[in-house]
């Protein structure tokens, strides 16, 4: 199990950028594959973005496809998402999540054998 610590939500206005960063406990951050998912009150989980061990694999929602940027940085156990020209639907608690799976696999079927943060706000005004 790894604990996540998601941080840099807050409030911007539309078309604005942020920056989430999740860092994860252990010494283990490699072989985790990683993402991010996001949640309105009242809706379901929707995926944002995930990304594979190395890195080298990465998938987005359509709702964020040339908006929204994965990475991660082994040496320092996080992973970012970078979030530009942002819009009033993308408001919601962002979540960064951790599975030994792959990161296709968590991208499809997330509540399976992964580890989640608290969650992080991002409120986008209009």
């Known amino acids: 199990q790894v604990q996540l610590v998601e941080s840099g939500g807050g409030l911007v206005q539309t078309g604005g950028s942020l920056r989430l960063s999740c860092a994860a406990s252990g010494r283990t951050f490699d072989s985790y594959a990683m993402g991010w998912f996001r949640q309105v009150p009242g809706k379901e989980r929707e995926f944002v973005s995930t990304?594979?061990?190395?890195?080298?694999?990465?998938y987005y929602g359509d709702s964020v496809k040339g908006r929204f940027t994965i990475s991660r940085d082994n040496a320092k156990n996080t992973v970012y998402l970078q979030m530009a020209n942002l819009k009033p639907e993308d408001t919601a608690v962002y979540y960064c999540?951790?599975?030994?799976?792959?990161?296709?696999?968590?991208?499809?079927?997330?509540?399976?054998?992964?580890?989640w943060g608290r969650g992080t706000q991002v409120t986008v005004s209009s």
């Open positions: 990304i594979s061990r190395t890195g080298m694999l990465i």
């Open positions: 999540a951790a599975t030994g799976r792959a990161a296709k696999e968590l991208s499809i079927a997330p509540e399976r054998s992964t580890d």
